[in-house]
Every structure is written in structure tokens, then in C-alpha cells.
């Protein structure tokens, strides 16, 4: 088995169909740096070869862990990393300016002990922070050699298109790729975030395509509630939150589906995104080597027509079941004080 190779947006790079997520690496998932690294080699040996981290996952050890794993083997990686979450009690070790960007990726070569990252994506927009402050600073980046290529995670159509339109105008370096969150759960980006990635020849890594775990088979109706790590998470994981019970009946059809269709629920998650002719590479983000195991052989498998048909039927194009995986919430949303009047 090997992972099949896509064209990373139009830089001219070829990535695997599934790129592996190093969030669960560290203490909020597994902390054995050992186990963490011997599921990368399994990656890495199964053919992956696009890998994504972020400094403020585990407080930069799960880069840590990245930078062990890829010794002797990083010339053969496209290597992803993020800035933008916290990272210390510092009101300015946080953000998208100029000052913070410039410390935060010396921070992640160190740790990750390389000498440039392929993908260096802005891990959240944030509002009060001007868009070409953030793509000067990342084409100064680029022009030293520190970094390849601009990213964006969880950007909004509006921001994804402001910042192709500051590149042309301002002379900076383009943001090439986008890491939305997209699942059979989590459709929302069908409207308007893939058809703009593909306007303007984007890349896109979707995050959470098993939706946090919703689309593994643990979560069912009238099983127990099973142990996450991301269960304090506002409820998102609880199975009995009424929030959640749109989702849990979907995720009844799903396992339904899959069974009939004659492939584990993982794999009908996996491929439902792959096929989508937007998508690059949807992150997988195993906690343990089964995990990842059980995920390998999605890269290669393509739904039938009538399935995609059916998985349409228990939940709609570009329809988000649940706000809580959206990703992201704008300030004009979050924020009362921007919805009245002084």
C-alpha cells in the first residue's frame, strides 16, 4: 500500500492524500514521545509525506516530537507548522503582528530542528490585526528562506479573498493553502470556502474530517460515553448534550451506510472528504498506532455515486449540524458590542 500524490494547489509540489496531524502528540493526547514518533515512521514508511504541527499544540511539544521524528528523514517531508495561539503569559507571545511572527517561527525551527518550514499557516484570523502586517512579515519569511510557502486555517471567504487581493496589491508573497474544518458532520465550507480555494488555485488541508472523533463508531445512541481528551470541550463530546443529538442521529445513518456499503464508518468519513475536488488532503490526527492503522487505507478508496447520494440525504450540502464545529465564530458573532450601537 502506498498513499496516492496531489498536486499541492498550483505551487508545483505533490503531497500524499492524507496528511498526517501531530495535535494528539504530548500530554493532551499521548505522551509517550516514543509511541508518538513510531507512528510518524508508520506514516512516513506507508507513504505520507505532508506532515502539520502547530507551536500551541501541547505548548510546542508536539513540534518537539516532529522535530525527533523526522531526524535524518526531513528533506523528505512537507512540513507544516502554525502560529497565532498562545504561548505564555506575554500579552504579545500571541497573534498575527510582525513582532510575535518573527519570535514564533524561531521558536518552531528550534524545536522542530530545521532550518525552514514548507507550510507556515496563520493559524486563526484575528481581527484587530491588519492582514498586511501579518503577509509582510511572512514574505520577509519567505524571502530569507525560513519558510516556503503562506497558510490560513480556519479563514472566513471574505479573509481568504482579502488576502489574495493585499498580495496582488501590496506586492506580497501569496497565501497558497487553507486548513478548514470539513467532515460529513461539518459541511459548511461546501458554500463558499472550497469554491473560492478553487477560484484562486488554493491547496486545502481540511481539518477534523472524523469530526473530533464523532465519525470513529464511538459515538452512538445508547452506548456510554466514551473517554476523550477533548470532552471539556463546551459539551461538543458529550452524547447526551440535546446539542449534539442532530449529529448522534447522523452518525446512526453513517455507521447504517457504511455497514451496507461494506467499509468501516472511518473510511466512509475519509473518502467522503477526499472526494471532493477541492480537497488536497484531509489530516488524519491518530493518538495511537491503531488509530492510524485504521485509517491508511482510506487514501485509495472511492465512494459510489449512490452512497454519496445517501451520506447527502442524512445530512445536506454545505450544512453544519452543529455551530460548535465551525471552527471559528467572527467577533461580529461573538462580540455584543459590535451588533449595537454605542
Known sequence: MS???????????????????????????????????????????????????????????????????????????????????????????FGNSRRWIVKAVEESLARL??????????????DDTDIDETLGALSDLVHQGKIRYIGTSTFEPSGIVEAQWVAEKRGRERVVAEQPPYSVLARGIEREVLPVAQKYGLAVIPWSPLAGGWLTGKFRVGAAQPETSRGAQQGRFEIGDPANADKLQA????????????????????????????????????????????????ASLRLAPDVLDEIDKIVPPGVTLSARDAGYNPPSVTDSARRRRA
Open 113 to 126: 530542528q530545521t532550518d525552514h518550514i514548507d507550510l507556515y499557516q496563520v493559524h486563526r484570523p484575528e
Open 251 to 298: 452518525v446512526e445513518a453513517l455507521a447504517l451506510l457504511a455497514e451496507e456499503a461494506g467499509i468501516s464508518l472511518v473510511h466512509l468519513a475519509l473518502a467522503f472528504v477526499l472526494e471532493h475536488p477541492a480537497v488536497t488532503a484531509p489530516i488524519i490526527g491518530p493518538r495511537t498506532f491503531e488509530q492510524l492503522e485504521g485509517q491508511l487505507d482510506a
Open 3 to 93: 498513499i496516492p500524490l496531489r498536486p499541492f494547489g498550483r505551487t508545483g509540489v505533490k503531497v500524499s492524500a492524507l496528511a498526517l496531524g501531530t495535535m494528539m502528540f504530548g500530554p493532551r493526547g499521548n505522551p509517550d514521545h516514543d509511541d508518538s514518533i513510531r507512528i510518524v515512521h508508520r506514516a512516513l514508511d506507508a507513504g505520507i509525506n505532508l506532515v502539520d504541527t502547530a507551536d500551541v499544540y501541547s505548548q510546542g511539544e508536539s513540534e518537539t516530537i516532529v522535530g525527533k521524528a523526522l531526524a535524518g528523514r526531513r528533506d523528505s517531508v512537507f512540513l507544516a507548522t502554525k502560529f497565532h495561539g498562545r504561548m505564555g503569559e506575554d500579552a504579545n507571545r
